[in-house]
């Protein structure tokens, strides 16, 4: 058991930045030769003696089981039961004719005051919204549970609850039901799929957020304005949710060792019967097609209820195809951009060399030069360098800044190790990835850039005597260029569907201030005892609730858009430029980004408001989708719960899904040639007044031409009208396999954009 548990302990959590490249294992308790497993059942089939699909689904586990206990019976994400079962027991189970589908449990990952103000969200959007209230939103946040007592929650001037809401506040030993109220108005949690695995929870099982990721996630959606919100006196100002007047609804499905498959579906399934408007999803973990990815399942069937749902993209960036999962086309994938805003501080050499970085940090600058130490110098055995705990000598690391290597652990517990010895300061250099973050630091502290450490280190070697000064120079805004994307953040092309562009778009997810758990302090250490009541981490999983709360707004702007109509004015309206028509800049490369990174762009809240024309889509659409990449029609009612025939005679193609991108991919043909053409067929529908709109078209592969036909559409009020984009290669595909290019409709008001990318 106890290896077990190293092992899973090893997958850890949150798409935070801390954590990256989770290695999703497919984790089996190893006791009882049972494991468990995610059972899709023909509900169809249901033979008509059963009244309820719970008693058919015992006497399907009966007739290959001596048990007939399920984890949960699901009725509303996916049709069917989880249970524990043994290898002998789901091969019989998957001999069946009503079965669809057996998957094993896996385990995901749960991978602001500035930034709104930054979206350009502060006071026009109050205003937007004043006539609407925005109030009969509902946000779900499955995550790691909430902490009720934080401002953020606080339901001051909220009307009653929408009379739809019909989910609970659970009540338990440190969580009650006067602990919701009409900000948060429900909060439950799900953990018979985790304890089946990992043994029983220590500690109270509640939603209460022992961990601060769902508090974190939760005031970024729709947490209310609280004045003064700041870290250790950073970032100072009014934090507050993206959706201002939206309710939330916490569901907690991530324990300290991750979040089961079998609890984020029952969590779903709770969604839907709750009558949740938006579903938040900031965990990670699901690689692989849909029909095995239980977030995609999950997800489909929170669309098919008018559910908008939004996913992180993944913090595995920067490498080309690092985004594996979240990339369903009926979710909204979202990467991380940076804010305008920045912690400096710098490190001043006893030689007058300067080099400038960042810091969060409490207390005050070392402004006098202090004694600079390399913990190579002060090391008692290996990991020394590396500031590990136990490897410095106390004796030289005492009244000292000290320079430590990267690895192993975190620059905060190296910090904390050097500190715990007598240490006054610390030098880093930036992790990799991690670029831009800050973390909150125990001690006067300077993470310097990779080009900064050849000669610090030198100075450290040669010189006999080395000083230092560390100087933090707090909270600077109006950082330019920004946003940039975060060098983290999952990058295309799409393994799994390489025709849509994933991607979709991307929000701030960097640096991020929102409302933190009284559990834990602000680092990942569990030595952590700093009480904070916001704190700032960066990752995907912070620029997912930002698209959550903005679809939010645009839900409660335009109540009978359907999920598709939502995330396609949040699309065609992002930004790819600056102000002054440069690309935005990719912080991994310093160059131009690339839709790749940042698909149709930056989110634009304002705009996307009032998009003009829509890129709408209905579940039938979807399932031709599925039909398109040749799914079976198991497969598709494992995904859908609908048994749908693909008809034999109709040509299906991926092309054809209405999406608000384009992802061309020439794919070699049977005679390993090339294909040459490839068309995307698309739908616009004006949601707007009566006008005419012309298309044009720019790209940075001359060897492709692209035609659009017709290249004028004129619209009357709520009309569709449906276009061609024929790309036609000539000539030899550019060096890197890729091209890019963009394509928009504009009535000389509104401008329809769509990202473009081009596989060979
Ligand atoms: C729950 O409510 C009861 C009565 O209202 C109160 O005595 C108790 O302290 C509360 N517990 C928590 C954790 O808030
Ligand atoms: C630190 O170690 C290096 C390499 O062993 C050595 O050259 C240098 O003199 C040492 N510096 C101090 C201040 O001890
Ligand atoms: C650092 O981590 C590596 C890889 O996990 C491990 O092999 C090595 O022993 C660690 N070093 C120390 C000094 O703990
Ligand atoms: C930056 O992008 C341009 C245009 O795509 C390219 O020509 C150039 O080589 C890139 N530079 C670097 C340093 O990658």
New binding site residues.
């Given amino acids: 058991m106890n290896m077990y548990l190293n092992l899973f302990a090893a997958t850890l959590f949150v798409l935070l930045l801390v954590q990256r490249d989770v290695s999703l294992a497919t984790v089996e308790r190893i006791d009882n030769q049972k494991s468990t497993y995610i059972v899709h059942v023909a509900k169809s089939e249901m033979p008509i003696i059963f009244n309820h699909h719970s008693n058919w689904y015992k006497s399907i586990l009966k007739s290959i089981s001596t048990s007939e206990e399920t984890l949960y019976t699901y009725e509303k994400a996916i049709h069917g039961f989880s249970a524990r079962l043994t290898k002998e027991e789901v091969q019989l189970l998957r001999s069946r004719a009503d079965i669809l589908e057996v998957l094993p449990e896996k385990i995901y990952t749960p991978l602001t005051t500035r930034s709104p103000h930054f979206l350009g969200l502060d006071k026009r959007a109050d205003k937007v919204l004043e006539s609407n209230g925005g109030s009969d939103v509902i946000i779900g946040i499955l995550d790691t549970g909430i902490w009720p007592e934080s401002k953020s929650f606080d339901d001051a001037g909220l009307g009653p609850i929408p009379s739809k809401w019909k989910g609970q506040c659970e009540s338990s030993a440190d969580f009650n039901a006067s602990n919701c109220n009409k900000k948060l108005i429900g909060a439950r949690s799900f953990s018979k799929g985790y304890e089946a695995l990992g043994g029983p929870i220590d500690g109270t099982k509640s939603p209460r957020d022992t961990d601060g990721h769902g508090t974190h996630t939760a005031g970024t959606a729709a947490g209310a304005a609280v004045e003064g919100a700041n870290l250790f006196g950073y970032a100072s100002g009014i934090a507050r949710g993206m959706a201002l007047h939206a309710r939330i609804a916490a569901y907690k499905v991530c324990w300290p060792m991750g979040c089961a498959t079998s609890d984020i579906v029952a969590a779903i399934d709770a969604v839907i019967s709750d009558n949740v408007d938006v579903l938040s999803i900031s965990l990670g973990g699901g690689a692989g097609n849909y029909d095995r990815d239980g977030i995609a399942i999950g997800s489909f069937a929170a669309l098919d209820h008018g559910i908008v749902v939004s996913c992180s993209a993944g913090n595995s960036g920067p490498r080309p195809s690092s985004i594996n999962y979240n990339t369903a086309p009926w979710v909204i994938t979202v990467g991380a951009g940076t804010l305008d805003r920045d912690f400096p501080a710098y490190v001043a050499l006893g030689n007058g060399h300067i080099y400038s970085g960042m810091s969060i940090y409490s207390g005050k600058s070392l402004l006098d030069p202090t004694p600079f ?2 913990a ?2 002060a090391s008692l055995k290996e990991g020394g360098e590396m500031c590990l705990m136990n490897c410095l000598d106390p004796k030289k690391v005492k009244g000292k800044i000290v320079f430590c290597e990267q690895g192993n652990t975190s620059a905060v517990e190296k910090g904390f190790v050097v500190k715990s010895l007598g240490g006054v300061g610390m030098v880093h250099r930036v992790e990799d990835g991690e670029e831009l973050a800050v973390q909150a630091h125990f001690l006067p502290t300077a993470i310097v850039g990779i080009e900064a450490i050849d000669d610090i280190q030198k100075y ?7 000083v230092a000064r560390i100087v933090s120079q707090g909270t600077k805004v109006g950082i330019k260029p920004s946003p940039m994307v975060a060098e983290f953040s999952s990058r295309g092309p799409n393994q799994i569907t390489p025709e849509i562009l994933k991607p979709d778009l991307i929000a701030p997810g960097v640096n991020i201030l929102a409302a933190w758990t009284g559990f834990r302090g602000p680092s990942d250490l569990d030595q952590d005892r700093r009480h904070v009541d916001f704190n700032i981490i960066s990752g995907t999983s912070m620029s997912c609730p930002h698209l959550s709360g903005l679809a939010a707004l645009i839900k409660s702007v335009h109540p009978n858009w359907s999920p598709a109509a939502i995330r396609s004015a949040l699309m065609t309206t992002a930004y790819s430029t600056y102000t002054d028509g440069k690309k935005i800049i990719d912080s991994a490369t310093k160059n131009s980004s690339t839709p790749f990174a940042i698909g149709a762009g930056h989110v634009n809240p304002i705009a996307a408001l009032n998009p003009g024309l829509v890129y709408d889509l209905k579940v039938n659409d979807y399932l031709d989708f599925l039909c398109a990449l040749k799914y079976t029609p198991k497969s598709i009612e494992t995904v859908t719960r609908r048994k749908y025939q693909c008809n034999a005679h109709k040509h299906y193609s991926v092309t054809d899904l209405n999406y608000p991108s384009f992802s061309v991919v020439y794919k070699p043909t049977k005679g390993g040639k090339r294909a040459r053409i490839v068309k995307h067929r698309r739908t616009l529908t004006n949601v707007g007044p009566a006008g005419t709109y012309k298309v044009s078209v720019t790209s940075d592969i001359p060897s492709v031409k692209i035609q659009v036909e017709p290249n004028v559409l004129s619209f009357k009020q709520d009309e569709k009208k449906s276009y061609t984009v024929t790309f036609t290669a000539s000539g030899p595909p550019p060096s890197s396999g890729f091209g890019f290019g963009h394509l928009e409709w504009s009535n000389g008001k509104n401008v329809v954009g769509s990202p473009i990318s081009i596989t060979f």
Avoid: E, G, T
């Avoid at 450290?460 to 080395?466: E, N």
């Fill in positions: 130490i390399h190579r110098n450290l070697w040669f010189h006999p005597k080395p």
